[in-house]
């Protein structure tokens, strides 16, 4: 195990990680209890070093998030560990190198784990023992720590394997590209409106009913991030389905709906009857996205073909050239702004698709 420094003053490292172009990152948060993910440990390698970077101990980072940004980030399975630095900081790396998307590219595993990884390039067994611990305690146990330090421990080394192997095959440009896909801000922009598509079970919802569950997921959404409380600990899908379902008009016919807690009748019923309100006269138009017909079907079953044997030429998963629910999309939805039709896909198969669609 390389050396590991624990920090609770990270801009005092700054000047640590200018000599480094490229940084082994990852993250321990926790979410359990809240709406927002809360980043607890940041764990930073450099080729010498391990720095655990405490976040909970309140002392500037600016200058250290400054300094970091402008190094390329290799992260395994980066999604999750920008999210909550995004969230955290308020910005992302200007670059990142996602070992789990070149390992992809290589024809490994789909998806392959840390852990598995780690084995396949250096036959080293890592314990995964520790992923439901409480990050958030203080001081740290040492067995924490060194499972901290281990999850970004191979990253760089992995990440010189890995980009000399897809140097050699042509595709170093391919795992860029698919890696920036995850600095898009949008993807972890925090959206109310789309709060009804997390609702299981809204799509069954008609007229002012449906407009009244649009309007409670978004009332939610909002709450739950100003609480920052999980969405379901603000007001569980089932009672926000029969508040839709039974569009109660006063306290009594709301404190009569299933699962509703008092204490939420109590702080924000008006709230909730206000919504239902508003929603009486609404006749929303909502229609579900029909079923696909068989000649889409076809057409699907035409489109997977073509992409499989791409994928197959590339000794690759053909998940990663385009998945299901990415052909799916084109088909009901004709747009041409899918990843398929970009960088690397497009010569190699987006062409051809475009040709079928």
């Known amino acids: 195990m390389p050396e590991f420094t624990f920090v609770d003053q990270p801009d005092t490292i700054a000047p640590a990680l200018d000599a480094s172009p490229h940084l082994g990152v990852d993250t321990e948060f926790i979410r359990e209890k809240t709406f927002f993910a809360h980043l607890c440990l940041l764990q930073i390698a450099v080729p010498d070093r391990v720095y655990c970077i405490d976040p909970l101990a309140g002392n500037p980072m600016q200058a250290f998030w400054d300094t970091a940004f402008s190094r390329t980030w290799v992260v395994h399975s980066a999604r999750q560990d920008i999210e909550v630095v995004f969230q955290s900081a308020g910005a992302m790396p200007g670059n990142l190198f996602d070992t789990q998307i070149a390992a992809g590219l290589l024809g490994m595993q789909p998806q392959i784990g840390y852990a598995g990884l780690v084995k396949a390039l250096f036959d080293v067994d890592l314990p995964k023992s520790h992923t439901r611990a409480d990050w958030s305690q203080r001081p740290l146990p040492d067995a924490l720590l060194d499972y901290a330090v281990e999850d970004v421990e191979y990253l760089l080394p ?171 999309a084109l088909i009901l939805s004709g747009s041409t702004e899918s990843r398929v039709f970009q960088g690397w896909r497009r010569p190699l198969i987006g062409e051809r698709l475009l040709q079928l669609l």
């Open 158 to 328: 992995a990440y010189e394997l890995l980009a000399e192997r897809l140097d050699k095959a042509g595709r170093k440009e391919w795992a860029e590209q698919d890696s920036r896909l995850l600095l898009d801000e949008s993807l972890y922009a925090f959206d109310e409106a789309q709060a009804i598509e997390r609702l299981k079970g809204a799509r069954n919802l008609r007229g002012r009913r449906r407009s009244a569950a649009e309007r409670l997921a978004v009332w939610r959404e909002a709450e739950a991030a100003r609480r920052n409380r999980p969405r379901q600990w603000i007001l569980r899908d089932s009672a926000l389905l029969d508040i839709a379902q039974q569009l109660p008009s006063n306290m009594a016919a709301l404190r009569a709906v299933d699962g509703l807690p008092e204490k939420l009748v109590n702080r924000a019923g008006a709230d909730l009857l206000a919504i239902v309100a508003r929603s009486a006269q609404d006749e929303n138009d909502y229609r579900p996205p029909p079923a696909p017909d068989e000649q889409q079907k076809k057409l699907l079953k035409t489109l997977q073909a073509s992409v499989k044997k791409c994928a197959d030429e590339l000794g690759i998963s053909p998940e990663l050239v385009a998945s299901r629910r990415e052909l799916s």
